[in-house]
Nanobody, 123 residues
Framework: QVQLVESGGGLVQAGGSLRLSCAAS????????MHWFRQAPGKEREFVSA???????YYADSVKGRFTISRNNAKNTVYLQMNSLKSEDTAVYYC?????????????????WGKGTLVTVSP
C-alpha cells in the first residue's frame, strides 16, 4: 500500500512559480513511475507529467518548457516545479503512482492517487 500526499498548491499571479511536492509512504517508492495529473473546473482530468523508475521524463505539450518534474527516492518524494504559470494552469493537481508509466490520458487504472492540491493562477 502506498499513500500519497500532495502539498505546495496555492494562489499565484500569472507568470509566477509554484513547486508541488508529493510525499509517498512505504518502502517501494522507487518501484513506481510517478505522475502528475490535473483537473480544471468542468473539465476532464488530464496528464501533466511523469517520471519513470529510471528517471525518464515526459510532459504534456501544454506544460513543456515551463514545468519540471523530478524525484528523490531517498526522500520518497516527487516534485513538480511550475514556472511561467498561466490562468489555464488553474486546477487541482494530483500525484499518482503506478508500476507502469502513463504519458497520456486521464490516469485511469493508476495504482495509487493522492487527494490533490489546488493551484489557482490569477490573471
Amino acid at each position: 500500500q502506498v499513500q500519497l500526499v500532495e502539498s505546495g498548491g496555492g494562489l499565484v499571479q500569472a507568470g509566477g512559480s509554484l513547486r508541488l511536492s508529493c510525499a509517498a509512504s512505504g518502502r517501494t517508492f522507487s518501484s513506481y513511475a510517478m505522475h502528475w495529473f490535473r483537473q480544471a473546473p468542468g473539465k476532464e482530468r488530464e496528464f501533466v507529467s511523469a517520471i519513470s523508475r529510471s528517471a525518464s521524463i515526459y510532459y504534456a505539450d501544454s506544460v513543456k518548457g515551463r514545468f519540471t518534474i523530478s524525484r528523490n527516492n531517498a526522500k520518497n518524494t516527487v516534485y513538480l516545479q511550475m514556472n511561467s504559470l498561466k490562468s489555464e494552469d488553474t486546477a487541482v493537481y494530483y500525484c499518482a503512482a503506478d508500476r507502469t508509466i502513463h504519458t497520456v490520458g486521464t490516469g485511469s487504472g493508476m495504482d495509487y492517487w493522492g487527494k490533490g492540491t489546488l493551484v489557482t493562477v490569477s490573471p
